[in-house]
């Protein structure tokens, strides 16, 4: 009989061969959700994680539900040895068609916590635009839910950096005149 060999850690992994991939047992999963992480090693030692998931969201009047749960944040972050973790998942539609695809860092989801949503602007500039002034809650067990209706990838953020983006924005915007000369009974925009 043969002895078994002991399964090489994360670590070692990571020291062979600088990229690693796991696709996922679908019984950690909730049903019609399947994932894959690749972490990589850059070569001044810095370790990076990336999930890609897979799940059908549920169509209603209002869009596509999509919900970033906790069992698959969980099992993505311990897949990965760290919570700093950027998701990607791709909703699909019931009909096996992609409604839109949303990016999370899995350190951001937390209970109680408030996110904002912003959509990358595919077609001018690529830059994010805020979505609406909605922030979204975590429920309890460390789940959010979203619904949208438009195509595109919708990056979920806390709310400070949000605002932090947004004063970047605001520090860029200058006005076309700086002083006008205002008469009675006349109006004037700046």
């Known amino acids: 009989m043969e002895a078994q060999q002991p ?18 047992h679908q019984k950690k999963l909730p049903a019609g959700t399947k994932a894959t992480v690749t ?13 890609a998931v897979a799940a059908t969201g549920k169509t209603s009047k209002t ?5 970033v749960n906790a069992d698959v944040i969980q099992a993505v972050t311990e897949a990965a040895g760290t919570k700093d973790v950027i998701i990607t ?35 001018k500039t690529g830059e994010l635009v805020l979505v609406n002034q909605k922030a979204y809650k975590v429920a309890k067990d ?3 839910s979203l619904t949208f209706k438009g195509e595109g990838t919708y990056v979920v953020k806390t709310q400070a950096e949000v605002k932090a983006e947004a004063k970047q924005i605001a520090k860029t915007v200058k006005p076309a005149k700086t002083t ?4 009675t009974k006349k109006d004037n925009r700046i």
């Open 142 to 144: 460390g789940s959010v």
């Open 7 to 24: 399964k090489p850690s994360l670590r070692r992994i990571l020291r062979k061969t600088q990229r690693w991939r796991l696709l996922f």
């Open 180 to 183: 006008v000369n205002v008469a």
């Open 89 to 123: 998942q791709e909703v699909k539609k019931a009909d096996g068609t992609t409604a839109y695809t949303l990016q999370v860092n899995a350190a951001d989801v937390k209970a109680g916590a408030k996110l904002a949503v912003m959509k990358k602007d595919e077609k």
């Open 39 to 51: 972490v990589t090693k850059s070569g001044d030692g810095k370790v990076t994680a990336e999930a």
């Open 63 to 67: 869009g596509v539900k999509a919900t």
